[in-house]
Structure formats: C-alpha cells, structure tokens
C-alpha cells in the first residue's frame, strides 16, 4: 500500500525558511512522477513545484527563485525547499506522487496525481 507522509511544516517569520519532506512507501515503481500542492484556507489547491522521472523540475510562478523540488532517491524522499518566505505561503503543503510514468503533461493538475499525502501546515507571520 503506497504511503505519502509529509513532514518538516510549522511556523517561521517572513523572511525565514523551511524545508519540507514527504517520505514515500509501499511502492515498486521505477519510475514516478512527484509535486507539491497548497492549499490556502478559501483557496483552491494549487500545484508549487513537481519534478518528473529525470529530474525535470516544474515551478508556479509564485514560488520560482524561492523554492526548490529535489528528491533523495536512496531516502525514497521528496522534499521542498522554501526560502525568503511571506505571509502568502501561508497554507497546508500537500505531495502528491503518480507511479510508472516518467513524466505528466499537466504537472500543477491535480488529477495527474493519484496518492496524496495529508499535509503539512505552514504559517509565515509578518
């Protein structure tokens, strides 16, 4: 049973930074495709940033200089990297992962994904 568990949220002062985890299990594929998603409260989820099989990396045009996708293949770990954050960060952060594909047309689509995580919260204060 593939699992996606997030870590690494919590609270930081604008400016500061963050690095979030998402561990994954269960599955046998070598290939996957993997994002970060967010939803702010009222808000529509939105998609950050995904990285496809060969390291293909994606960014919302809000995050793009600030944020980084990576994964640690050994770890079976994504993690997202987020720098000189703002108040706008602010929302639960979400990975999602599809497995045996190398890469997906629509990366920030939620229904390209098909195994969530159940997030992780972070909150910039100004």
């Known amino acids: 049973q593939v699992q996606l568990v997030e870590s690494g949220g919590g609270s930081v002062q604008a400016g500061g930074s963050l690095r979030l985890a998402c561990a994954a299990s269960?599955?046998?594929?070598?290939?996957?495709?993997m994002g970060w998603f967010r939803q702010a409260p009222g808000k529509e989820r939105e998609g950050v940033a995904a990285?496809?099989?060969?390291?293909?990396?994606n960014y919302a045009d809000s995050v793009k200089g600030r944020f980084t996708i990576s994964t640690d293949n050994a770890k079976n770990t994504l993690y997202l990297h987020m720098n000189s954050l703002t108040a706008e960060d602010t929302a639960m952060y979400y990975c999602?992962?599809?497995?045996?594909?190398?890469?997906?047309?629509?990366?920030?689509?939620?229904?390209?994904?098909?195994?969530w995580g159940q997030g992780t919260q972070v909150t910039v204060s100004s």
């Open positions: 999602a992962a599809v497995f045996g594909r190398s890469w997906v047309p629509s990366p920030f689509e939620r229904y390209e994904y098909n195994y």
């Open positions: 269960g599955y046998t594929y070598s290939r996957s495709c």
């Open positions: 990285i496809d099989s060969d390291g293909l990396t």
